[in-house]
C-alpha cells in the first residue's frame, strides 16, 4: 500500500482528533460526579443511620436479650460489627459535632449542650457535596443545640452545615421545650397541622421521666421517628440522577422519653429483659417495663432498615451502598443506679456500630478499637476524598475490606472534667466523680478547696459490667494509662494551636 504524504496528513490529523476526544471523555470520567475526583470507578453511595441513645449491647445479636432486630442482625450477617466502638462524647451535641468535624473531644469545639456547632469549622458533609455527592438529611442533627432555630421548613444552617437537601427537627424535650406554644420546627409545625400537638405536649407532660411507658395517643403515621423516616424516603425521591448521594437518617429514638405507639406496645410486652447492673431503684416489673419499650423503639428503627434495604433493591442501588448503622451515645438503663448518658461507663460510652456494602468483608466481628469520628474518614474516603490533615477521624475503609485486622491503640472519650482511655482492656477514668475523692484542689478567691476524684481502673476482660475499681490494685496500670491519656492530651493541644 502507497502512502503519499497528502495521506498521511489526514491520517495524523485524523488521529490527533481521535485522541483528544478519548482524553476528553477519560477527563469528564475522572472528575465526573459519577467516577469522582480519584478515579475511574463508580463511586458508592452511602445510607447512615444515627439513631439518639442506642446502647452498644442492645442488638438482636445478644443472646441475653430477647430483643427482635432482624434488619440490623442481616445486615451484621452480610458486613462488619464493631464490639469496641466508643462514643468521642457521651452527650448529644459534642457528639454529633466530634462525627461531624472528625475531631476528638477537646478539639471539635463543642463543650456540651450549651454551643452551639461553629460554622468556620469545616465538616465532612461540606467535602463530600464539594466533591460532587448530593448529601441529604433528616431528623435530630443536634449541630445547633443551644438555638431554637431549626425553621418550620427544618432548613435552617443545614446549607452551612454542608448539605444539599434535608429536614432538620428538634430531638424529643428540645420539641417540647421549645414549641409548646408556637411551633419551632417542622415536627412540631407538622402536629400543629394534624390537630395533634397538644395532645402530644400533654402526653409528653404526663410520663414524668422512664417510668412513663404507655402508648402514646398518636397515630402511627404521626410517631415521630415513623415521620422522620418517611422524609427521608422522600429525600431520596429527590436525589439527582447520575449523582453519588450521601443520606444521614437521625432517629429520635430510642432516646427518653419512652413513647411507643400502640402497635408498638403491643407487640413489646410479655417479654422478660435482665435486670439492670447494680441498681436499687424501682421494681423488677418497673425496670422490665423500661427496658420493653426502649426495646421496642430499636425494634421500630429497625423496621425502618428493612423499609430503606427493600427501597435500595427497588431503585437497584443496593450492591453499590454503602450501609453504617451507629449512634450518638449509650443510654445507662439503670445500670449503677443511672440513667441517660454522660457518663463514662459502657452503657454510655459504648455504641453500636455496624457497616455493610461493597468490599465489605461479610460476618465479621471484630473487637478492633473504633470511634464514631472514624466514621468521618471512612465516609470520605469511600467517596474518593482526601481526608483534611487537621481531622483526628482515621479511616477505617482497609479494616471493613479485610486489609488489616487493627484500627487504633487507644481510644478517647471526655465530657466536661472527666476523661478516659481504653486499650481493649483496662479503660482509665479520670476527674470523674464516682471515683474517691484524694487530695484538694486549689480553690478561687478564696473559696473552699474542691476534692479531686482519684482515678477509676476497670478491667472489662473480666469485669465488663464495670462493677470493681481495681485502680489501688494494679497502680503500674493506672500509671502507664495516665502517661498515655497525658500524651493524647498534649497532642490534642498541640493539634488546636497548629490549626
Known amino acids: 500500500m502507497i502512502i503519499n504524504m ?65 434488619n440490623l442482625d442481616a445486615l451484621c450477617r452480610r458486613g462488619a460489627r464493631f464490639t469496641n466502638a466508643l462514643t468521642p462524647s457521651p ?6 459535632a466530634c462525627l461531624a468535624a472528625g475531631k476528638e473531644y477537646d478539639r471539635c469545639r463543642v463543650a456540651g449542650n450549651g454551643q452551639d456547632y461553629p460554622l468556620d469549622q469545616t465538616t465532612f458533609y461540606t467535602l463530600l457535596r464539594e466533591s460532587g ?3 441529604a438529611g433528616c431528623g435530630k442533627f443536634d449541630l445547633h443545640k443551644a438555638s431554637p432555630t431549626w425553621g418550620l421548613d427544618g432548613k435552617h444552617l443545614l446549607a452551612e452545615w454542608g448539605f444539599s437537601d434535608g429536614i432538620d427537627n428538634a430531638g424529643k424535650t428540645d420539641a417540647i421545650s421549645s414549641g409548646v406554644k408556637e411551633p419551632k420546627d417542622p415536627y412540631m409545625a407538622y402536629l400543629k397541622g394534624k390537630g395533634l400537638l397538644e395532645i402530644h405536649v400533654a402526653d409528653f407532660r404526663k410520663r414524668g421521666g ?58 413489646c410486652r410479655g417479654r422478660d429483659f435482665p435486670q439492670p447492673n447494680r441498681s436499687t431503684q424501682y421494681t423488677p416489673e418497673i425496670h422490665n417495663a423500661i427496658r420493653q419499650n426502649y426495646s421496642a423503639m430499636v425494634e421500630n428503627t429497625d423496621r425502618w432498615l428493612g423499609v430503606y434495604i427493600e427501597k435500595l433493591k427497588g431503585r437497584g442501588e443496593l450492591d453499590n451502598t454503602l450501609i453504617v448503622w451507629s449512634s450518638d451515645h449509650g443510654e445507662m438503663l439503670g445500670d449503677h443506679d443511672q440513667w441517660g448518658k454522660s457518663l463514662p461507663y459502657q452503657p454510655s460510652v459504648g455504641v453500636p456500630l455496624v457497616v455493610a456494602g ?6 465479621f466481628v471484630s473487637g478492633a478499637l473504633v470511634s464514631t469520628i472514624d466514621l468521618a474518614a471512612t465516609f470520605l474516603e469511600v ?24 484500627h487504633r491503640e487507644y481510644l478517647l472519650s471526655g465530657l466536661g472534667q472527666w476523661r478516659l482511655v481504653f486499650d481493649g482492656r483496662y479503660k482509665l477514668i479520670r476527674g470523674f466523680g464516682g471515683g474517691k475523692r484524694v487530695g484538694k484542689k486549689k480553690g478561687k478567691g478564696g473559696q473552699e478547696p474542691k476534692p479531686v476524684a482519684a482515678p477509676m481502673l476497670f478491667d472489662l476482660q473480666n469485669d ?36
Not at 223 to 241: H, I, Q, S, T
Not at 358 to 363: A, E, F, I, L, S
Open 91 to 96: 452527650l448529644c451535641a459534642p457528639a454529633r
Open 6 to 70: 497528502e495521506t498521511r496528513r489526514e491520517f495524523l490529523k485524523k488521529s490527533g482528533a481521535m485522541a483528544l476526544a478519548t482524553c476528553s471523555i477519560l477527563l469528564r470520567s475522572v472528575v465526573s460526579d459519577e467516577a469522582g475526583p480519584v478515579g475511574l470507578t463508580k463511586r458508592r453511595n452511602i445510607l447512615f443511620f444515627f439513631p439518639d441513645q442506642h446502647r452498644f449491647d442492645w442488638l438482636g445479636t445478644n443472646p441475653k436479650l430477647p430483643l427482635r432486630t432482624p
Open 383 to 406: 467517596g474518593g476524598v482526601e481526608r483534611p490533615n487537621d481531622m483526628d477521624s482515621l479511616s477505617a475503609k482497609a479494616l471493613l475490606e479485610g486489609k488489616k485486622d487493627t
Open 464 to 499: 465488663p459490667l464495670e462493677n470493681v475499681n481495681i485502680a489501688d490494685k494494679v497502680p503500674r496500670e493506672v500509671a502507664r494509662l495516665s502517661r498515655i491519656l497525658d500524651a493524647l492530651i498534649h497532642k490534642q493541644a498541640r493539634f488546636r494551636r497548629e490549626y
Open 133 to 135: 455527592y448530593h448529601v
Open 358 to 363: 461493597p468490599d465489605v468483608r461479610g460476618g
Open 210 to 267: 422512664y417510668k412513663g411507658t404507655f402508648p402514646t395517643p398518636l397515630p402511627e403515621e404521626a410517631y415521630c421517628d415513623n415521620w422522620v423516616a418517611n422524609n427521608g424516603l422522600e429525600l431520596m425521591k429527590r436525589f439527582p440522577a447520575g449523582k453519588p448521594w450521601f443520606l444521614q437518617i437521625n432517629f429520635t429514638g430510642p432516646h427518653s422519653p419512652l413513647d411507643i405507639t400502640k402497635r408498638m406496645d403491643a407487640i
